[in-house]
């Protein structure tokens, strides 16, 4: 079990859309979009300072006040449950990126991608690797929470659908990559 809330000050890159539901195939081209914009921002223009918390139920971003500065992430409050995150990683080219793959609540929609990657820079390769963990770890508690409530419930009744699965990369960015050569 993780502790009730795991913070972390983080830039927000933004969000792409993605084309798969987990693996850091799904999430490589999002994050160099999103990086590249990054370094083609004016010099004036920053990214800006979420609180990224990790907590059992999900991910809450809320933008961290920037003095006078004004822009469209002011006043960022989001919330993602947990059952909507369906991957997390490390990113392999940019060390000090965490990057997770989200389903959106228009997944039934016909003609939409339901699957969106949210992108965050560390203030170190390490930080990145800690929010990963601390990811991984509140996926562990839902999964125990999801199994508890299906044991505890009558065998004769259906139990509602709650075969979430997620996936998370815990190898190092240089495993990924090193699989990855195998691979080809």
Request: net charge positive; charged share 30%; aromatic share 4%.
């Given at each position: 079990m993780i502790i009730s809330h795991i913070r972390f000050q983080v830039k927000y890159?933004?969000?792409?859309?993605?084309?798969?539901?987990?693996?850091?195939?799904h999430t490589?081209?999002?994050?160099?979009?999103?990086?590249a914009a990054a370094k083609a921002l004016p010099p004036d223009q920053i990214l800006p300072i979420v609180k990224l918390t990790i907590s059992v139920d999900g991910v809450h971003l809320e933008t961290v006040d920037?003095?006078?500065?004004r822009s469209e992430f002011d006043r960022m409050s989001v919330f993602f449950n947990i059952e909507s995150i369906s991957y997390g990683v490390q990113d392999l080219v940019y060390t000090r990126v965490f990057s997770m793959?989200?389903?959106?609540?228009?997944?039934?929609?016909?003609?939409?991608?339901p699957f969106e990657c949210h992108a965050f820079v560390?203030?170190?390769?390490?930080?990145?690797?800690?929010?990963?963990?601390s990811?991984?770890?509140a996926f562990q508690d839902y999964s125990r929470r999801?199994?508890?409530?299906?044991?505890?419930?009558?065998?004769?009744?259906?139990?509602p659908s709650l075969k979430?699965?997620?996936?998370?990369?815990l190898r190092t960015p240089e495993e990924i990559e090193a699989d990855l050569e195998t691979e080809a």
């Open positions: 890159l933004g969000q792409s859309d993605a084309r798969g539901l987990w693996g850091i195939k490589r081209k999002p994050v160099d979009l999103m990086v920037q003095g006078t500065r793959i989200i389903v959106k609540d228009n997944a039934d929609v016909k003609g939409l991608n560390c203030e170190s390769r390490n930080a990145a690797r800690k929010l990963t963990y990811l991984a770890a999801v199994k508890e409530l299906q044991a505890s419930q009558d065998p004769d009744v259906r139990p979430k699965r997620f996936a998370i990369d």
